[in-house]
């Protein structure tokens, strides 16, 4: 990272790839060898539903997906047969699978705006259920969110010294590569460093960049009354995503029981419906294992979704509350590779390139 022209490069290799394997799996998809490696179905993530806007700085776009791709995403997927369900009616669906039809599942996290202004057409057009998880601290404005925040950050400074709890640093960000070698400096600190105090660290350093934290939160999240209006309409379910969005691995065991439990109470008070399923922020192995399994088992949740990657196993039956799902990445927007994926083959054939593929889709 402290080379940008060197992290420009890689970035622009990491891309390459990812394309060409997504092309290679659609095609042998496509030819119908392997139909067992689809499983049960998949469960699908998105974050942001939005038209496309062109910007020489993006690095959350790997997050955002147009409407259009979203509705050409349901179509491919109906066209293999696939059968859309609610995630609460996954495990009834689990125990008694049809092997003939699998299910396609659409969650998306965080509580974004846009999927209520543009993601509700597009599932209301093809009758399709979803739930939203929304971060209840986003919603109320409690937090901020630190990925935007310093997308804000970068785009505005050309060279920002700051300590964020890892030492100080001093870093150009002057062009197109800097800008983006800073977003993964800082993101690496948010994510290993304590999240309370890390991320007040960043606000604060934001704010004397003239960039407002809480500003970019309520231009971008739902606040509690659409929330309420969402979760009124027949085909949107809400669940819980934590209050503040924190690493959890580096959390005590009492403060995860606080970002789970307080989560469901902040949003049962925000819709008056009892959230049922919960989605663990960022959902790797490394941020929600085992621990984080047990105390959504514990705290009554019926299913709990990670980002760890492949597609619904019978085995998931057992497993309700470590649901694996396949992210839709807004740089490979074609629905040739909604179908590479949902057909399992690189979670079946690739394993380990399929993990760390997903890791950068995320």
């Known amino acids: 990272m402290n080379n940008p022209g060197l992290f420009a490069a890689k970035r622009t290799i990491k891309k390459t790839a990812i394309q060409t394997g997504l092309e290679l799996f659609s095609a042998a998809s ?83 705006r846009n ?55 001093s870093i150009e960000a002057g062009n197109l590569a800097e800008k983006y070698s800073l977003f993964c400096w800082l993101a690496h600190d948010v994510m290993m460093l304590d999240q309370d105090e890390v991320i007040g660290r960043l606000d604060e350093l934001a704010r004397e960049n003239g960039v407002q934290p809480i500003d970019i939160t309520d231009q971008l999240i739902m606040n509690d009354d659409e929330l ?17 969005h924190p690493n959890l691995a580096l959390l005590t065991d009492k403060q995860v029981t606080f970002e789970l439990d307080q989560s469901r109470r902040d949003i049962e008070t925000m819709t008056s419906v009892r959230p049922t399923n919960i989605a663990f922020p960022y959902g790797k192995l490394e941020n929600a294992n085992q621990r984080e399994y047990q105390a959504a088992k514990a705290l ?58 997903q890791s950068l889709l995320r």
């Open 30 to 112: 496509a030819s119908g060898i392997f139909p067992s490696a689809r499983g049960l179905g998949s469960v699908f993530t998105l974050h942001r539903v939005e038209p496309y806007q062109y910007s020489r700085f993006d690095p959350n776009a790997h997050l955002s997906v147009t409407p259009d791709f979203l509705e050409k995403a349901i179509i491919e997927l109906k066209s293999k047969n696939y059968k859309a369900i609610a995630l609460d009616e996954l495990p009834s669906h689990l125990n008694d699978p049809d092997p003939k039809q699998p299910v396609m599942v659409f969650t998306l996290d965080d509580g974004y």
């Open 115 to 169: 999927n209520c202004e543009y993601a509700l057409p597009v599932f209301k057009k093809h009758n399709i259920p979803f739930t939203v998880f929304a971060c209840s601290g986003f919603v109320t404005r409690q937090h901020s969110i630190w990925w935007e925040t310093i997308t804000e950050l970068a785009i505005k400074i050309n060279h920002l010294k700051f300590d964020l709890g890892n030492g100080p640093r």
């Open 228 to 244: 309420k209006q969402l979760s009124s309409e027949p085909l949107a379910q809400i669940g819980a995503h934590t209050v503040s």
């Open 300 to 357: 009554g949740f019926e299913l709990a979704v990670s980002t760890e990657p492949d597609v619904l196993q019978a085995s998931a039956k057992n497993n309700l509350h470590s649901i694996q799902r396949i992210s839709l990445n807004g740089y490979y927007q074609s629905n040739r590779y909604v179908g590479a994926l949902a057909s399992g083959l690189p979670f079946k054939f690739f394993p380990r390139i399929a993990n760390k593929f």
